[in-house]
């Protein structure tokens, strides 16, 4: 155990040293100078990633405004430590201890405990999971869909079950099935289709039913829903139109610079420490190498835009108005509301409300490259075009761009910090032997948490002064307009007692720059 003390120390320390150095960026206005990127397949950018359809910029293409050495460098460290002798994972390592308060506190403890707070335990882990609550309220509430010609909803993660998991591993491909309690206007779950068969809260194992379905749920909800889609498929798309399309003094690059700054440099970095052979990903959950690159490759193509529309996709998913109560599905849509009134209030400035001719949308070439662009990278498109743009359905796809930096890159990132590390209820990764190995061994653990307590690093803000960023008086005004209602959302929700499964504005990352 002294060998595993002394490697784990040093990844603490490591992992310390990142969180206490990073500091917000000083977001300067965009340059002058155009750079157009042309994002190829990862395997063509990483080598070591053998990925086809997901596309990214190379790192010989990363714009000289986003360039650091001194990240190059570290994470490049990193890297390389992985697979070295120096690697965080070592073999034959006890299982963490039984009580999860225990496990905590010997994985996160000592200084790292000055800079950021221990995770604090839901509500719905305390005794049984309660599946119930959880599909309406927290992170998986994204999951929650209404069964097609049905009065059940479903967590549907099935597909998972298809891609290679790592050996001795259980499969954790499942689906949970839910019914409305009317009464309490609540959802509770009746069924779970997994590898132990289908199994319902009266079975002895049911307990075992919950830790597949929750596995499942963190693992795609990481790999996918935030990685994937938020990082690859939308965020690293969007900037990289917005840089190919709109010149440094177009009001829409003003607007959206602070939310797209610094994206290349940052995921070709945290791609590479994340999903290369050794890789946190790889080294955490429960897909080998190649499960993990096949899920990416596969997911990637099927990304939805809608999900950056809390009402619509809602709405699509058939849980607005559906008779239960919806905390997450209100906490976000409000959110939402404050950015499209901040983007429509923005546009009124440059655009008339008429959908053809002078004054219009449609009007600004700069703005059809752009909107033809993002269609052209996104997977699946997003829904607005140079033939049916308005200026009311650019506003909300603007709201949708923010969202998904801000909002949906914190509920699916650092938000888990408060779920993933109590793997009693929601276990990173299950074994078939459970007498050998009925927790996750000492190093998964402790990578776990150390990957989760680096995504809480600080960075800047979007309750900032951004009003810099304006090319005259009036869009200053909007965007000191949209800085006074975060600040009122903030204070209505500060009213209430704290949850931990609410998004406080307060809590919000301008960009997904790590």
């Given at each position: 155990?002294?060998?595993?003390?002394?490697?784990?120390?040093?990844?603490?320390?490591?992992?310390?040293?990142?969180?206490?150095?990073?500091?917000?960026?000083?977001?300067?206005?965009?340059?002058?100078?155009?750079?157009?990127?042309?994002?190829?397949?990862?395997?063509?950018?990483i080598?070591?990633?053998?990925?086809?359809?997901?596309?990214?910029?190379?790192?010989?293409?990363?714009?000289?405004?986003?360039?650091?050495?001194?990240?190059?460098?570290?994470?490049?460290?990193?890297?390389?430590?992985?697979?070295?002798?120096?690697?965080?994972?070592?073999?034959?390592?006890?299982?963490?201890?039984?009580?999860?308060?225990v496990?905590?506190?010997?994985?996160?403890?000592?200084?790292?405990?000055?800079?950021?707070?221990?995770?604090?335990?839901?509500?719905?882990?305390?005794?049984?999971?309660?599946?119930?609550?959880?599909?309406?309220?927290?992170?998986?509430?994204?999951?929650?869909?209404?069964?097609?010609?049905?009065?059940?909803?479903?967590?549907?993660?099935?597909?998972?079950?298809?891609?290679?998991?790592?050996?001795?591993?259980?499969?954790?491909?499942?689906?949970?099935?839910?019914?409305?309690?009317?009464?309490?206007?609540?959802?509770?779950?009746?069924?779970?289709?997994?590898?132990?068969?289908?199994i319902?809260?009266?079975?002895?194992?049911?307990?075992?039913?919950?830790?597949?379905?929750?596995?499942?749920?963190?693992?795609?909800?990481?790999?996918?829903?935030?990685?994937n889609?938020?990082?690859?498929?939308?965020?690293?798309?969007?900037?990289?139109?917005?840089?190919?399309?709109?010149?440094?003094?177009?009001?829409?690059?003003?607007?959206?610079?602070?939310?797209?700054?610094?994206?290349?440099?940052?995921?070709?970095?945290?791609?590479?420490?994340?999903?290369?052979?050794?890789?946190?990903?790889?080294?955490?959950?429960?897909?080998?190498?190649?499960?993990?690159?096949?899920?990416?490759?596969?997911?990637?193509?099927?990304?939805?835009?809608?999900?950056?529309?809390?009402?619509?996709?809602?709405?699509?998913?058939?849980?607005?108005?559906?008779?239960?109560?919806?905390?997450?599905q209100?906490?976000?849509?409000?959110?939402?509301?404050?950015?499209?009134?901040?983007?429509?209030?923005?546009?009124?400035?440059?655009?008339?409300?008429?959908?053809?001719?002078?004054?219009?949308?449609?009007?600004?070439?700069?703005?059809?490259?752009?909107?033809?662009?993002?269609?052209?990278?996104?997977?699946?498109?997003?829904g607005?075009?140079?033939?049916?743009v308005?200026?009311?359905?650019?506003?909300?796809?603007?709201?949708?761009?923010?969202?998904?930096?801000?909002?949906?890159?914190?509920?699916?990132?650092?938000?888990?910090?408060?779920?993933?590390l109590?793997?009693?209820?929601?276990?990173?990764?299950?074994?078939?032997?459970?007498?050998?190995?009925?927790?996750?061994?000492?190093?998964?653990?402790?990578?776990?948490?150390?990957?989760?307590?680096?995504?809480?690093?600080?960075?800047?803000?979007?309750m900032?002064?951004?009003?810099?960023?304006?090319?005259?008086?009036?869009?200053?005004?909007?965007?000191?307009?949209?800085?006074?209602?975060?600040?009122?959302?903030?204070a209505?929700?500060?009213?209430?007692?704290?949850?931990i499964?609410?998004?406080?504005?307060?809590?919000?990352?301008?960009?997904?720059?790590?």
């Amino acid at each position: 155990m002294l060998k595993w003390f002394l490697r784990r120390g040093f990844w603490d320390v490591f992992a310390w040293v990142k969180f206490r150095a990073a500091k917000p960026d000083d977001i300067k206005l965009p340059p002058t100078e155009r750079w157009y990127i042309e994002p190829k397949p990862m395997i063509k950018a990483i080598p070591q990633i053998p990925l086809r359809n997901v596309k990214v910029c190379t790192r010989a293409d990363i714009p000289r405004d986003e360039r650091s050495l001194r990240n190059t460098l570290v994470f490049g460290f990193q890297v390389w430590a992985y697979t070295s002798w120096l690697s965080p994972m070592q073999r034959g390592l006890p299982p963490i201890h039984e009580d999860p308060h225990v496990a905590v506190k010997r994985a996160y403890g000592g200084l790292r405990r000055d800079l950021f707070n221990p995770p604090d335990m839901p509500a719905e882990y305390l005794g049984s999971p309660d599946l119930g609550s959880l599909a309406v309220r927290g992170p998986f509430a994204c999951y929650t869909t209404q069964v097609k010609n049905s009065t059940d909803w479903e967590w549907d993660l099935l597909s998972l079950k298809n891609y290679e998991h790592h050996a001795g591993l259980k499969n954790i491909g499942s689906r949970v099935l839910f019914r409305l309690d009317k009464r309490r206007r609540a959802l509770e779950a009746y069924q779970i289709e997994c590898d132990l068969g289908k199994i319902t809260p009266k079975d002895p194992l049911w307990d075992r039913a919950c830790k597949i379905a929750l596995c499942a749920a963190s693992t795609d909800l990481s790999l996918v829903r935030h990685f994937n889609w938020v990082h690859l498929a939308g965020g690293a798309q969007l900037a990289i139109a917005t840089r190919n399309c709109l010149s440094a003094d177009h009001p829409l690059c003003r607007l959206l610079w602070p939310y797209i700054y610094g994206t290349q440099q940052s995921n070709d970095m945290v791609t590479r420490g994340q999903m290369v052979p050794g890789g946190d990903f790889e080294a955490t959950f429960s897909l080998s190498f190649k499960g993990m690159c096949d899920l990416f490759d596969k997911t990637y193509l099927q990304y939805r835009h809608v999900v950056n529309d809390p009402e619509r996709d809602g709405r699509a998913r058939g849980v607005r108005g559906a008779g239960f109560d919806t905390p997450t599905q209100d906490n976000l849509e409000a959110l939402f509301d404050t950015m499209l009134q901040f983007t429509l209030n923005y546009l009124k400035i440059y655009y008339s409300s008429n959908a053809t001719g002078a004054g219009s949308v449609r009007n600004d070439q700069q703005v059809m490259a752009w909107l033809e662009e993002l269609n052209k990278r996104v997977p699946g498109e997003v829904g607005v075009t140079p033939t049916n743009v308005t200026r009311g359905t650019l506003a909300r796809l603007l709201a949708n761009q923010l969202y998904l930096v801000t909002v949906q890159h914190e509920i699916l990132g650092s938000f888990m910090w408060n779920y993933q590390l109590w793997t009693h209820r929601q276990p990173a990764r299950i074994y078939k032997d459970l007498k050998n190995h009925p927790r996750e061994p000492l190093d998964v653990y402790q990578r776990l948490v150390n990957a989760n307590y680096i995504l809480n690093v600080r960075r800047r803000a979007l309750m900032y002064d951004f009003s810099y960023f304006g090319l005259d008086p009036l869009a200053k005004a909007a965007m000191f307009e949209f800085q006074k209602d975060l600040a009122t959302l903030q204070a209505k929700m500060d009213s209430q007692p704290r949850a931990i499964w609410l998004v406080y504005p307060s809590a919000l990352n301008v960009n997904i720059n790590a």
